[in-house]
Each structure stands twice: as structure tokens, then as C-alpha cells.
């Protein structure tokens, strides 16, 4: 089955900085990668998703890409403020496959 | 809000105890989940259940039972746990077309804070 291996485990920027997060899967068959956020006392919330037909894709200050033939997909963060301070994980898919979650990365922005 | 509610938000029970959490989607979705939320751990799929069919059962311990009456609603009922089982119980909803669930978009629960005594 999927195997998703996620890091670094945790993260502390500058505000301002820039944030990288990196996970890699296991299955080629996977063709749904979803960026989710979790803040304190919530669920996790989805803020960006790329399929495998596309390499990047953008929303304001956060980006995602994917590398196939590497298995290997990233989240950025640019500018980043205060509120961007939480737990993120990433997962796969293969479409009739459930979500294959990574670990999670806690992210510290610090003002 | 995300359209899925969970309830109850905390909940603290004795190893004898039988209680039920209960999810609730609002969102039209045919496909809901119980994820398991352990301080060090990943996300733990635990039930999949797909057009009110299980789909999915992670080698989860009997004494975790789930029911889906319905698209809507999501039960987990919960007998003899062990101290262990304390987590954070999260439920999501999506919408699929395959058996399997996965592929879209799925959107959480608040989660349920159990502690298990």
C-alpha cells in the first residue's frame, strides 16, 4: 500500500520568511496530493491540492509542487505571518484509495 | 465551519464504560470517515464508509463499532476501551465515485477529545 513520509517534523521561520515542506509516497499509482492545515482545537482543513496532471499550482502565498518520476511533492509558504503557525500535513491518493496521511509538520512563525 | 459536526466535543469515560460519538455531515457528500489522532502519530484511517457501505476497516479492535444509518450520519460506538484509545477521534465526509473513497477533497470534524480512564 501508500507509504508517506513527510518532514521536517518541525519548523520555526522569521516572520517574512519563506516555509518548505517536503513528502515523498511510494505508490505511482497515487494521483491526488492534498495540502491540509491544522490549528488548534480544529480538524484539519484543506488549503491546496494538485493532481497529478500538473507539476504547480499557486493560491496567494502558497504553492505545491510535484515531482512524479521523484515521487515527491513540496508546500510553500511565502511571507509568512503569525497565523500560518500550525500543525500541516500532507497525503496521497490514488483516486479509489482512501487519503494515505504524512506524520505532520509543526510549523512556528515567530513575529 | 466546514459542514461536518461532531459530537460530543469532549468526552471522558471509564474502561467500562459504552458511549457513542456521533457525526453529522451537511455537505451532500456519500462518503464518510473515523480517523484516529494520537499526539505522535499520523492520521489513522480507522472506517471508510461509502454510500452507507463499509468499505474499509483498518484491522480496527472490535471494541470500536461504527454505524451509518444513513449518508448523513456517522456513529461510533465505543465499549471497554483502554487507556490507550485516548485521542482525538475525527470524522470527515467527501464526495466519491469509486468504491474505495479518495481522490476528492475530504472535510473535517471539530473532533471529539476522548480520555479514556
Known amino acids: 500500500g501508500e507509504n508517506v513520509e513527510q518532514h521536517p517534523s518541525t519548523l520555526s521561520v522569521q516572520e517574512g520568511d519563506s516555509a518548505v515542506i517536503k513528502c515523498t509516497y511510494s505508490?505511482?499509482?497515487?494521483?491526488?496530493f492534498p495540502w491540509y492545515k491544522q490549528e488548534l482545537g480544529k480538524g484539519p482543513q484543506l488549503i491546496i491540492d494538485?493532481?497529478?496532471?500538473?507539476g504547480e499550482k499557486k493560491d496567494q502565498r502558497i504553492a505545491v509542487t510535484l515531482n512524479k518520476t521523484a515521487k515527491h511533492f513540496s508546500l510553500h509558504i511565502t511571507e509568512t505571518q503569525p497565523e500560518d503557525s500550525a500543525v500541516y500535513f500532507c497525503a496521497a491518493s490514488s483516486g479509489n484509495t482512501p487519503l494515505v496521511f504524512g506524520k505532520g509538520t509543526r510549523l512556528s512563525v515567530i513575529a | 465551519e466546514t459542514g461536518v459536526t461532531q459530537t460530543p466535543r469532549h468526552l471522558v469515560m471509564g474502561m467500562t464504560n459504552k458511549k457513542s460519538l456521533k457525526c453529522e455531515q451537511h455537505l451532500g457528500h456519500n462518503a464518510m470517515y473515523w480517523y484516529k489522532q494520537s499526539a505522535k502519530k499520523p492520521l489513522e484511517l480507522m472506517f471508510v464508509y461509502n454510500f452507507k457501505e463499509q468499505t474499509e476497516n483498518n484491522s480496527v479492535p472490535s471494541r470500536f463499532s461504527p454505524e451509518c444509518p444513513n449518508s448523513s450520519h456517522l456513529f461510533l460506538h465505543l465499549h471497554t476501551l483502554q487507556p490507550e484509545d485516548s485521542a482525538l477521534y475525527l470524522c470527515?465526509?467527501?464526495?466519491?465515485?469509486?468504491?474505495?473513497?479518495?481522490?476528492?477533497?475530504?472535510?473535517f470534524g471539530p473532533g471529539t477529545r476522548l480520555t479514556v480512564l
Open positions: 470527515a465526509s467527501s464526495q466519491d465515485n469509486q468504491a474505495g473513497g479518495g481522490g476528492n477533497e475530504q472535510f
Open positions: 505508490d505511482s499509482a497515487s494521483n491526488y
Open positions: 494538485i493532481r497529478s496532471n500538473v
